[in-house]
């Protein structure tokens, strides 16, 4: 069983208490037609999304994340936002350490809560900014982190940051407008931009494997929310082919653009959908 559906199981199987779901910032596709230099750009850290609401970590979803006692005991009494982090490609392992009820020290140590907003604060994002570096600063947690902001003088040299990047792993690039203040939902305040596409698809049945994929899967047959069927091979490894994603459940999938038929092009299978 893979690593993957293992993450599944454990989200199945370890509900988490229900919380208030957060009202969240949401970042808008990045279009070329933007000012960059009236931007902060920052690495979009492939994490768990975590909201602090002053006691304790909240998901996306709005589930209580069951972090020990030990990683929150320096941090503020008001509400921070931020990613649970563990590094570049380790999605799948941060999932499985975040998602579990009962936490365990040794992993949980790994983990770094890195803020990039602080909500309901007054001021532009730079001056929150500064606000979020001076309390990172006096909280001193070993925990809490700030994710680097830094500027870009042009479109040429973001692409070239972008490349740079995701050619050591991250999967691209967030930018936010200096003087927005902060609200909740999504808009051209914040951006994200990565070379390539993804979305989310549900697998409604499979196509079976030919040659060296005789008896296993050797597609994916999905199902988008607009309605449109296609099929995914592409990234799926041998323990996926042996042990597909149960029908019904949701796939994050990477594209490049659409065909003439409104169909993802060069569709490729990334993960199960974050299900916290």
């Keep these: 069983m893979t690593k993957t559906l293992i993450v599944l199981l454990l989200v199945v199987c370890c509900q988490l ?26 690495e979009k850290l492939d994490g768990v999304r975590a909201y602090w609401d002053g006691k304790q970590l909240i998901s996306r979803g709005g589930n209580v994340i069951a972090a020990p006692a030990w990683f929150v005991a320096d941090f503020p009494p008001q509400p921070l936002d931020g990613e649970l982090w563990l590094g570049r ?28 907003e602080l909500p309901q604060a007054k001021g532009s994002f730079t001056e929150r900014i500064n606000a979020l570096q001076r309390l990172v600063a006096q909280q001193n947690s070993r925990y809490l982190m700030l994710v680097p902001q830094f500027r870009i003088a042009d479109q040429a040299a973001l692409a070239a940051k972008l490349s740079e990047l995701e050619q050591a792993g991250a999967e691209g690039l967030m930018l936010h407008h200096q003087d927005a203040l902060y609200k909740t939902g999504r808009s051209n305040d914040l951006l994200k931009l990565k070379s390539y596409q993804d979305t989310e698809a549900q697998v409604i049945g499979y196509r079976p494997g ?11 047959i999905v199902k988008t929310a607009d309605g449109k ?5 592409s990234g799926l490894t041998d323990a996926l082919r042996q042990t597909p994603p149960p029908i019904g459940s949701v796939i994050t999938y990477r594209y490049n653009g659409l065909t003439k038929h409104g169909l993802p092009r060069f569709a490729r299978f990334v993960r199960l959908r974050q299900a916290l």
């Design 17 to 42: 208490t229900a919380a208030s779901k957060p009202e969240l910032l949401l970042a808008q596709v990045y279009n070329d037609t933007v000012d960059v230099q009236q931007y902060w750009v920052s």
């Design 89 to 116: 490609n380790k999605f799948a392992e941060t999932l499985s350490i975040v998602s579990k009820q009962q936490p365990v020290d040794s992993e949980w140590q790994q983990i770094r809560y890195y803020l990039f």
């Design 210 to 220: 030919k040659g060296k994929y005789q008896g296993m899967v050797g597609a994916l």
């Design 229 to 233: 069927i296609f099929a995914i091979g």
